[in-house]
């Protein structure tokens, strides 16, 4: 069958646009394991709705045309068939229980040497790991494989599974990063003669082994903690370790990330280890309440001169205060520059937020309905402004070929503005959170939030669970345990106010510091032979595995690795430990308006102390 793909090449360069005016960079990271002709099936990870093989298709190697499956009863009316074949979808029978007749349209594309991307996991959902992956994929590839062996004339290469990781450093946040890696291709071979020659019990294992085996794949290259707490802790200790979020290699992304949720999954490797998770969890929560990021409060000047209970000269207050007022002018300088690109977006931008408010609990969607929002309202914008300009210059061709040099260079000099150092999101954030700062720091003491009206902005926000997942309750491949099911915390809708709020983030962010540095130094004074939990493929490179048997004579491998080389690995890759053990120019907001401890500490006195 002849299929142009025409439509399917027009959808990936709509989808590209839409990736990268949203996302700052897609890093593609193993494109080597792909290869470049011959069948494959991507089996690849679905956090991110409609947004997964948008970036999956735009940013996949060679530029090969990946398949995609869609119900067989769509390609019935005969129009509709050709518009689906050459948008790259391929039928699949799924009421048919004659397997190769339901995999017909997928051994039909491998068997042309094309790629078929499925995702494995069912679903898009949002959780602390990667919850299930079902047999979808490793079907396909045993009929397909089943179908070369009766017809080897027109089945000249092996076909191989490439298991494929999409992470998003912040997957419903505007000008985030992807990260989507390949990990090594999987071959059939192991498994093939058990599911040729058994019958449907031996063909049904054979199937289970290789999902097992592209499970672990998937979990190798992606960031899975037990419970969304580990996941907090980590996320928020390594914001500290790199608080500029581009000193992080995104090629390591995932493997600190991994590490240091291992780490805070170890809960007996110091003595009172819930004392170091609580003020990072309190911290992060605190954050997302305020709608802060601890990147955007570490690069602001934040000295002992402007604690309003300090008796500092006048003019030293004075100084600090005019260097807020210039970097506050100096971003308004600038804004001129800006201005017209803004006036002309923001009602795509407006349109995105609306969009992302339609699913506050849902944050795999936000992203998506930021983007489809906000990519309607460009698709009427940009030809209403070429229109525009074209009338203007009387509808000559010319005319419309200036009007259309001029509105392509003004989407790229608007996506230069944004990526830029000076007029971006983080720019215009790091000049309101100052304020905020300030406000939050002068405001009279009667003003702040009481402990029991903070409690509900301290408490970690749990999404709700997806009634589409059905998966296992541990960690697979880890050895780690997932806790009990948390009951959902509602996400709060109002932001808290700043003068009754930001003391409280600044305190939190002290402890928080003091907690982690106080934590590694431990690790650092433990003995040589400290172990701590780890993934077992990192634990293969970096320590090592050992069985254990569980209560029903299961036995599952158990990652670990010494504490101190989780410490220098760490440092490394840029952790700014000694910045830590040094203290933050912020730590003053760790004492009230009476010079006391704070509350915090007051509450807890096992708190680590510097």
Not at 465 to 492: C, H
Request: glycine share 4%.
């Amino acid at each position: 069958m002849d299929v142009d793909y025409v439509l399917h090449r027009i959808i990936r360069r709509i989808a590209s646009w839409a990736v990268y005016s949203f996302f700052t960079e897609v890093r593609v990271i193993g494109g080597e394991n792909v290869p470049a002709n011959g069948p494959i099936i991507v089996t690849a990870t679905h956090h991110n709705m409609m947004l997964d093989p948008a970036i999956l298709s735009s940013a996949f190697p060679h530029r090969r045309i990946l398949h995609y499956w869609s119900k067989a009863s769509l390609f019935v009316n005969p129009v509709l068939r050709k518009v689906l074949y050459s948008t790259g979808n391929i039928p699949v029978d799924r009421k048919n229980k004659d397997r190769q007749a339901l995999f017909r349209g997928t051994i039909e594309a491998l068997s042309r040497g094309s790629a078929v991307a499925l995702f494995p996991e069912g679903t898009s959902y949002t959780e602390p790991r990667i919850m299930q992956v079902k047999d979808g994929a490793a079907w396909a590839a045993f009929e397909y494989n089943k179908w070369a062996s009766e017809n080897p004339e027109q089945a000249s290469q092996e076909l191989v599974i490439v298991p494929c990781a999409i992470v998003y450093t912040n997957k419903s946040k505007y000008r985030s990063y992807v990260i989507m890696e390949f990990g090594s291709p999987i071959t059939t071979t192991s498994y093939l003669g058990q599911f040729l020659e058994g019958d449907e019990s031996s063909r049904r294992a054979s199937v289970k082994l290789l999902t097992r085996t592209i499970e672990s794949r998937l979990i190798e290259l992606t960031i899975n903690a037990p419970d969304w707490d580990t996941l907090y802790a980590a996320r928020m200790a390594r914001d500290l370790l790199w608080e500029d979020q581009e000193s992080l290699d995104r090629d390591e992304y995932v493997n600190v990330s991994q590490t240091l949720v291992d780490l805070f999954t170890t809960t007996d490797s110091i003595p009172n280890f819930q004392a170091v998770r609580r003020p990072l969890l309190e911290y992060y929560s605190l954050l997302q309440s305020a709608q802060l990021t601890n990147s955007v409060l570490s690069s602001l000047p934040l000295p002992r001169t402007l604690d309003p209970h300090q008796p500092v000269a006048l003019p030293s207050r004075l100084f600090t205060l005019l260097v807020l007022i210039r970097d506050s002018l100096a971003g308004l300088i600038r804004l001129p520059f800006f201005i017209l690109p803004l006036i002309v977006h923001f009602p795509a931008y407006i349109m995105g937020q609306l969009g992302a408010r339609l699913a506050i609990d849902e944050e795999e969607t936000q992203a998506q309905n930021k983007v489809l929002f906000g990519m309607f309202l460009l698709m009427l914008i940009y030809p209403t402004a070429f229109l525009v300009m074209w009338a203007f210059l009387w509808f000559t061709p010319i005319g419309a070929i200036l009007s259309a040099t001029f509105v392509w260079l003004f989407a790229l000099y608007h996506n230069k503005l944004i990526n830029g150092e000076s007029i971006n999101p983080n720019a215009m954030k790091r000049v309101a959170a100052a304020w905020r700062v300030l406000i939050g720091v002068w405001a009279p003491k009667k003003w702040e939030y009481s402990l029991t009206a903070l409690e509900q902005y301290t408490a970690t926000p749990i999404p709700p669970a997806n009634e589409w997942i059905t998966g296992s309750t541990t960690v697979a491949g880890s050895g780690v345990a997932s806790e009990p099911p948390v009951s959902p915390q509602p996400y709060r809708a109002r932001r808290p106010r700043s003068g009754r709020v930001m003391r409280h983030v600044l305190r939190a962010r002290a402890e928080a510091v003091r907690s982690l540095a106080s934590f590694i130094a431990r690790l650092e004074a433990g003995p040589a032979e400290k172990r701590v939990r780890a993934s077992v493929h990192l634990a293969r490179v970096y320590g090592g595995v050992e069985s254990s048997t569980g209560p029903s004579d299961t036995s599952h491998t158990i990652g670990w690795r010494r504490a101190h080389e989780v410490v220098s690995y760490l440092r490394a890759r840029g952790a700014k430990i000694a910045a830590l053990e040094r203290g933050i120019e912020v730590e003053w907001a760790a004492l009230n308006s009476d010079g006391d401890l704070s509350s915090a500490e007051d509450r807890d006195p096992a708190s680590p102390q510097r």
